[in-house]
Each structure stands twice: as structure tokens, then as C-alpha cells.
């Protein structure tokens, strides 16, 4: 298996680093070698935030060179032109616009959302999805993150 290069990013306080660590999560329990990092900026007040997740067999290093990227995923639509260069030629790009935000029972779910429409490219099994969700998010924000989730995979 190839090694797939994903980079999350958005604005602190949009879920960027809750997302990827659900990816990341669902990546090992498939038994992926995974590699995450993360640049927080500004998150604090509300600047630029980015995640990148990196698994496969075999994953040397955690930094995805510059377009090489095999999805993109923003969480706000200011950050697509911030970001375009991470994503390789022919690679996915994913946008809030993507997602029918009147579904969301929550709109801090958006993340979610958008990581349910990226796993319709990915080969891991619901079963995968639901129990990293479960184990990286409070019992409490279950429900509406499921919810949310399976939203995304519907807006493919």
C-alpha cells in the first residue's frame, strides 16, 4: 500500500486537530504505520491551523512535502487559497460548500461532516470510523458527531 498523504486545515476552534486525530485513530486501528502533525499558528484567536496525517505500511516522517497531498480538507473556505499548494496535481479537494450545513444538527460538527465525506475515498469500514469517533470524542457529542458524519458521506 502507498503511502496517503491528508491535510486538514481551518481556523482554531474549527475541529482541525479533533478531525485528524479521529483520521489518524481509524488509520491504526486498520493497522496502518501513521504519522500526524500539526502547525496551531494562531489558533487561539482564531488563525490559520493545519494537520497533516500520513499513513501506510511504512511511514518515515510525518511532513507531507509541499504538493503532495492527496486530500485537502478545509474547514473554512478563506483557507483553500492559503493551502492549494500542499495539494498534489489530481488530488481531492474538500470544502465546507460540500456539505448541507441546514443538516447539521450542530454546526461545531462541521468537521466531522467533512471527515465523513473524505472517508467515501477512503478504505477503512464504518465499523473503523464509529469507534474512532467514540474513542476520540466525550460520550456526550457522540450522537450529533455520528450524525454529522454520516452527512458527510451522503454529500458525495
Known amino acids: 500500500m502507498k503511502t496517503v498523504n491528508i491535510t486538514f486545515a481551518g481556523l482554531g476552534g474549527q475541529g482541525v486537530l479533533t478531525a485528524t486525530d479521529v483520521l489518524a ?13 500539526e502547525v496551531h499558528g494562531m489558533s487561539q484567536r482564531g488563525g490559520s491551523v493545519s494537520s497533516e496525517v500520513r499513513y501506510g505500511e511504512k511511514v518515515a516522517s510525518p511532513m507531507i512535502p509541499a504538493g503532495e497531498s492527496d486530500f485537502l480538507v478545509v474547514t473554512d473556505a478563506a483557507q483553500v487559497d492559503v493551502n492549494r499548494g ?29 471527515l465523513g465525506l473524505l472517508s467515501t475515498y477512503l478504505d477503512f469500514l464504518g465499523e473503523t470510523w464509529k469507534a474512532a469517533l467514540a474513542g476520540e470524542l466525550p ?4 450522537e450529533v458527531n455520528f450524525a454529522a458524519f454520516e452527512l458527510g458521506k451522503r454529500s458525495r
Open 25 to 37: 485513530a481509524a488509520a491504526f486501528s486498520a493497522g496502518l504505520d501513521v504519522k500526524k502533525s
Open 139 to 142: 460520550a456526550k457529542l457522540h
Open 86 to 114: 500542499k495539494l498534489k496535481s489530481g488530488g481531492v479537494l474538500i470544502t465546507p460548500e460540500m456539505i448541507d450545513i441546514a443538516g447539521l444538527g450542530n454546526k461545531k460538527a462541521l468537521n466531522i461532516a467533512l
